[in-house]
């Protein structure tokens, strides 16, 4: 039996987009499920378009979310000759022709299939005519001869049976008349050469498939499986493009959502197996399999997102949570060094409410800011019954040696008697003086996370 090998193929003429980390992840998963082997290739035959800063970011991506691919990545741009040599095989095997229409020729037909409101097929004009009848000043691309009778079935994996009438493929493309290659026949020679087994992508390459069988049927390759996955669209129900908000990696990184609750999203996102929502890693690749994959295209649902990540924020390791926290301060806000001790101690309220790592880093300010600002909204709060409260509780703070919640909670408590009031009549001005905010943890987390001699000067300068 052949080893299962898949691979994902992005182009670098832009960043990475969710739907292809989607199609990465489950190429990445079904071979990790079969003990197979994934590869990334690199398209970047479009001289014009390709960057290496968006091959470099690509690859980052998929490594944020865990997707490593066996050995070096794949570069198509490398391989073009390989390509030409192909379609120079299947001209003298008589599956490809020269056509020497000129751009405006083929212009023409277009705008007539638009008049005519019908999709444009390119006429076959050369097909079957003479090189004798040639002419001298142009120079002829070369088409691929597609199969005008019969038709033909792909046996789809996820889809199920799909099957078109073969007159409705053009001739198309193989080699272009300044000799470059085109994607179907670049993809087709690659995946051959790199031994896929298995073809998951986007059902938007649908019609590709037809054309890819072609060559291999022509080359007398063996056909690989195919699997067409549905798109990913916006909550208005359209498809999802590199434009939309929220559409790649750093759109999520960067407000703080993990990778490992992306990637259990995403993972979802299409794909089933019982009941189950939340997947390790071990148990994603044990679980996954192509008939989990559902047929209807899956809605970007940023509140179900924040939703897992949270969950994960909750359930993490301490320790993992707070190395993500520190990487994620390092990429995208002020540096925690000087802090992370207290920060550290105090994550177990600090993530309370908290939906992402910036939720955490937003929690953390009155510990990682060594002066506070109150706002005037929150500076009304402070009046005299506020004040003569803060003063009072600083003499008796002053005198604790042993600062624990039941020692602050006597103090609390004999003030409330004292002034008549309630919790909140005493919490919430300690809170103002100490975060700067009525809004934050609980007070006696935020005193107890606090060094004592800040206590201590942010009460005096409050009060």
Known sequence: MTKVATRFAPSPTGPLHIGGIRTALFNWLYSKNQKGSFFL??????????????????????????????????????KIDDHIKIANELLKNGHAYKCYCSNEEIEEQKNRAKQKKIPYIYDRKWRDKSEADAPQDIKPA?????????????????????????????????????????????????????????????????????????IYLAMKWTLPSFAHIPLIHTTEGKKLSKRDKASTLDDYS???????????????????????????????????????????????????????NEHYIKNMNEDDLFNHLTKYCENYKDKIDSKSKNIKKSLSFLKNKARTLEGIYNNAQYLIKDKIKISSEDQKLLDSLAKTILKDFLKEFQNLTNINKENLEKIINNLIKKNKTNFKGVGQPLRVALVGSKFGPGIYDIIISLDKNEVIERLKAAS
Not at 54 to 74: M, P, R, T, V
Not at 160 to 188: H, K, M, Q, V, W
Not at 200 to 208: F, L, P, S, T
Not at 263 to 268: E, G, H, K, Q, S
């Open 41 to 78: 290739r690199i398209e970047d035959t479009d001289k014009e378009r390709s960057k290496e800063e968006y091959k470099n970011q690509i690859i980052q991506s998929l490594k944020w979310i865990g997707i490593e691919s066996d050995g070096n990545e794949y570069i198509q741009s490398k």
């Open 142 to 214: 070369i088409r691929f001869k597609s199969k005008i009778d019969g038709s033909t079935l792909l046996k789809d994996l996820v889809q199920g049976d799909i099957e078109i009438e073969n007159n409705t493929i053009e001739d198309f493309i193989i080699l272009r008349n300044d000799g470059s290659p085109t994607y179907n026949l670049s993809a087709s020679v690659d995946d051959h050469q790199m031994n896929i087994t298995h073809i998951i992508r986007g059902d938007d390459h649908k019609i590709n498939t037809f054309k890819q069988m072609q």
């Open 254 to 308: 960067k407000i703080g959502v993990m990778p490992e609750a992306l990637r259990n999203y995403l993972l979802r996102l299409g794909w089933s197996f019982k009941d189950k929502e939340i997947f390790t890693l071990e148990e994603s690749i044990q679980h996954f399999s192509l008939e989990g994959i559902g047929k209807s295209p899956s809605k970007l649902d940023m509140s179900r997102i924040l939703s897992i």
